[in-house]
């Protein structure tokens, strides 16, 4: 059986990486970015949401309670009228979508990991004990 070296993997999760930037949900993840920054109203928005940030945390700093909460009102009022943009459900969804398609990836490696080395040790894949634990009488832990 072959040894591999970090380097050898981690130059195979490279070559992992650029197939992942080239998927259609990387691709839709793009050009909903562009959109949005080529939308003025929505770089207003955001601006706006960024200066009020600021602000609320300098009243909470300084315990201005009634200044911040109408800080912060304003804030998930634009939030709330951001998120109703089209391309802003667009762009949030494609951020879901790649997002899952490197999760669904980190787990198809851990879950593949797992079996080979109960298959490497003799183990029993349907109870997911390696050879060792089913050699010394099983049990869970």
Do not use: H, W
Request: one cysteine or more; proline letters at 1%.
């Amino acid at each position: 059986m072959a040894k591999y070296t970090k380097d050898d993997i981690l130059a195979k999760a490279e070559d992992l990486a650029k197939m992942i930037a080239e998927t259609d949900e990387v691709d839709f993840f793009k050009r909903a970015e562009a959109q949005i920054n080529d939308n003025q109203k929505v770089r207003e928005m955001i601006a706006s949401i960024k200066s009020l940030q600021k602000q609320a945390v300098n009243f909470q700093n300084y315990g201005k309670e009634r200044a911040y909460k109408q800080v912060q009102d304003k804030i998930d009022a634009l939030e709330r009228e951001l998120d109703e943009i089209p391309i802003v459900q667009e762009f949030k969804q494609s951020q879901v979508d790649v997002n899952d398609l490197l999760q669904m990836v980190a787990s198809q490696v851990s879950n593949s990991v797992t079996d080979l080395i109960i298959e490497s040790t003799g183990g029993d894949l349907l109870s997911g004990e390696t050879g060792s634990k089913v050699r010394a009488g099983g049990g869970s832990c």
